[in-house]
C-alpha cells in the first residue's frame, strides 16, 4: 500500500517520534547517549555473555536456547565437526535443510508440519496477531519441531513490509533515508535487539534496489532507500552493521536489481535493463556491501544478455554475483518461487532449476507443498538431474550458518 503525497508532513512527524522513543530507550543503557551496542562475533554468534535465544513468556530476562531442537542426544556441530555433520546427513535431510517454506500465524500447525519435515529454515510471515512474548513462544515451538535446528528469516524492511510490528513500528526504507545515519544508526540497533530477542535468525533485508533515473519503480516507493548507488549502499551498510551487531544474518535484494524493471515479479515476469545498464547503476550496491559479506536474495529478474531464464533460474547470472562482484561462498536464495515472475513451471521444478543454477535456499509462499518440493529434488538428485555436490555445498551454507550449530546424530 503506497502513502499519498498529503501524508508526507503525518509520515515524518511518525518517523521523528519513532526515531526520539528508540534514541531514548538506547540511551538508558549506555553513557552519553549512545546506544549500548552488544558485541558479537560471526552473524548468528550471541552477544558476549549473552543467550542467543528468545526470553520466554512470563520470565523477563530468562533466557531459551530456540537454536537447539528439543532433542538431548543431538549434539551441535562445530566448524571443526560441520563437514562430517553434513556428509553424515541422509539424502533427504540434506534436501529438507535447503527448502524454506512460509511459517504464517495464521496457519501455524502447518509450519509445524514443515518443521517436522527437518526443513532447514522458514520465512515467518506477518505475526501482527501474536502479543511480543507469544512470537518467542511459538518461535521456540517452531525449532523443538526441528532435528537438525532451524533458521527463522522474516522481512523487516520497515514500512508496508513489516512482519514484526508488535515489537514495535519501524519506519521504510524512504523514511529511514530522511534521517541522520546516527539516527539511522539508533532506530536499527533498538530494533535489532527487539528482535533477536525473540528468536529471529535472519532478516530478508536490506533492499538494495535502486530507484530508476526516470519514471516510476515497479515496487512501492517506500521500500526504497532515497538516491543513487552510493545512497543505497551507504544506507544498507548502516543497517546490515545493525542487525549483525545483534547476531542477525542481513540478506540484500533483489539481484540483479528490480528497480529499473520492467515488471512487479510478484505479478509477472520482468526484465532489467541492459547488462552494461546494470553494471552501471543496479549492480553497484553489491559491490560496495561485498565486504560485510552478506546473504543474497536473487529476483525473478530476466537479463537480457543472459538469456531466457530469470536470474533466480540462471546459471550466468548466479555466477556473475559469485564470481567478479565478490559472493562467492555467500548463502543465496530465490526470492518466493511461487511469486507470478516464478510460476510458469512447478514449485518443484522451479527449486530445482534453482539449485542447478548455483541458489542454495529456494522459498516459497505454499507451506502444504513443502513435502512435495522436497520429494521432487530428492528423485533429482537420485536421477543425476541435480549433481550430489551442489547439493552438498549448498546444505552445507546453510548448516553453516544456524546460529547454534547444525545439529548431528550422536
Not at 280 to 287: F, G
Not at 354 to 363: E, F, M, S
Request: hydrophobic share 45%.
Amino acid at each position: 500500500m503506497t502513502v499519498a503525497r498529503g501524508s508526507l508532513a503525518v509520515r515524518r512527524a511518525a518517523t521523528a517520534a519513532v526515531v526520539l522513543t528508540a534514541i531514548a530507550a538506547c540511551s538508558t543503557s549506555s553513557a552519553g547517549g549512545r546506544p549500548a551496542v552488544a558485541r558479537t562475533g560471526p552473524v548468528g554468534t550471541a552477544p558476549d555473555g549473552a543467550a542467543s535465544g528468545p526470553v520466554a513468556s512470563g520470565s523477563p530476562g530468562s533466557p531459551v536456547s530456540p537454536s537447539e531442537p528439543d532433542s538431548p542426544g543431538t549434539p551441535a556441530s562445530t566448524p571443526a565437526t560441520l563437514p562430517a555433520c553434513v556428509a553424515g546427513l541422509d539424502l533427504r535431510a540434506k534436501v529438507a535443510l535447503v527448502v524454506w517454506p512460509a511459517a504464517d500465524p495464521a496457519n501455524w500447525d502447518a509450519a509445524l508440519q514443515a518443521a517436522d519435515q527437518g526443513i532447514g529454515g522458514v520465512v515467518l510471515m506477518s505475526a501482527q496477531r501474536w502479543t511480543r512474548a507469544q512470537i518467542g513462544t511459538h518461535l521456540t515451538e517452531l525449532r523443538r519441531h526441528s532435528s537438525h535446528g532451524l533458521l527463522i528469516s522474516t522481512d523487516e524492511e520497515g514500512g508496508d513490509v513489516q512482519r514484526l510490528r508488535p515489537l514495535g513500528l519501524l519506519p521504510s526504507q524512504r523514511d529511514q533515508s530522511a534521517l541522520s545515519a546516527d539516527a539511522m544508526r539508533a532506530l536499527l540497533d533498538h530494533h535489532a535487539k527487539a528482535v533477536k530477542d525473540v528468536g529471529v535468525d535472519v532478516i530478508l533485508g536490506p533492499v538494495v534496489d535502486v530507484l530508476p533515473e526516470h519514471g516510476k519503480p515497479p515496487l512501492v516507493r517506500s521500500r526504497f532507500y532515497t538516491g543513487g548507488p552510493d545512497e543505497v549502499a551507504a544506507r544498507a551498510r548502516i543497517a546490515i552493521a545493525a542487525w549483525n551487531e545483534h547476531g542477525l544474518a542481513a540478506v540484500i535484494k533483489h539481484f540483479p536489481g528490480h528497480g529499473s524493471a520492467s515488471a512487479d515479479t510478484h505479478k509477472g515476469q520482468a526484465t532489467t535493463p541492459s547488462l552494461a545498464a546494470l553494471q552501471q547503476r543496479d549492480l553497484l550496491p553489491y559491490r560496495q556491501l561485498a565486504d560485510l559479506h552478506p546473504m543474497v536474495m536473487v529476483g525473478h529478474l530476466i537479463v537480457p544478455e543472459l538469456g531466457p531464464l530469470p536470474a533466480s533460474a540462471n546459471r550466468e547470472a548466479v555466477a556473475l554475483l559469485r564470481g567478479s562482484l565478490g559472493y562467492g561462498d555467500a548463502l543465496v536464495m530465490t526470492d518466493a518461487l511461487d511469486m507470478l515472475g516464478s510460476a510458469t513451471r512447478s514449485l518443484g521444478d522451479a527449486a530445482l532449476d534453482a539449485l542447478k543454477a548455483g541458489i542454495d535456499v529456494v522459498i516459497f509462499g505454499q507451506t502444504s507443498s513443502t513435502a512435495a518440493v522436497i520429494d521432487r529434488l530428492v528423485a533429482a538428485v537420485r536421477s543425476n538431474e541435480l549433481p550430489q555436490a551442489r547439493l552438498d555445498e549448498a546444505a552445507a551454507r546453510v548448516a553453516r550458518a544456524m546460529p547454534g550449530g547444525l545439529h548431528c546424530a550422536a
